[in-house]
């Protein structure tokens, strides 16, 4: 399973930014997840989303402003985040797994990252 992310940049705060990971391979029935990780820091769940049915998770940090959604036929994984602040601006992965969690060692495949920078 390869992933590619793509959509980081730079954003002012309050601002909206989505990012996109496009999944490829031989693969079932499988979920996704969206990670984030600062510099020195321990990588933290952000969002997940089941595959073959609606079921998402979010983390409190984010929920009420992050969407994650998916194009099953694009085999791609999206998160829209709006309202975005400062503690949001860090290096952003998708990731894989055969179903859903917010657990990062529970995860198969990750993709390379993709930076939020988020200025005043």
């Known amino acids: 399973v390869q992933l590619v992310e793509s959509g980081g940049g730079l954003v002012q705060a309050g601002d909206s930014l989505k990012l996109s990971c496009t999944a490829s391979g031989l693969f079932t029935r499988y979920a996704m997840g969206w990670f984030r990780q600062a510099a020195g820091k321990e990588r933290e769940f952000v969002a997940a989303?089941?595959?073959?049915?609606?079921?998402?998770y979010y983390a409190d940090s984010v929920k009420g402003r992050f969407i994650i959604s998916k194009d099953v036929d694009a085999d791609t994984v999206y998160l829209q985040m709006n309202d975005l602040k400062h503690a949001d601006a860090t290096v952003y992965y998708c990731?894989?797994?055969?179903?859903?969690?917010?657990?990062?060692?529970?995860?198969?495949?990750w993709g390379q990252g993709t930076q939020v920078t988020v200025y005043s």
């Open positions: 990731a894989w797994t055969t179903d859903a969690t917010t657990k990062a060692n529970e995860y198969d495949y």
């Open positions: 989303i089941a595959w073959s049915e609606s079921r998402t």
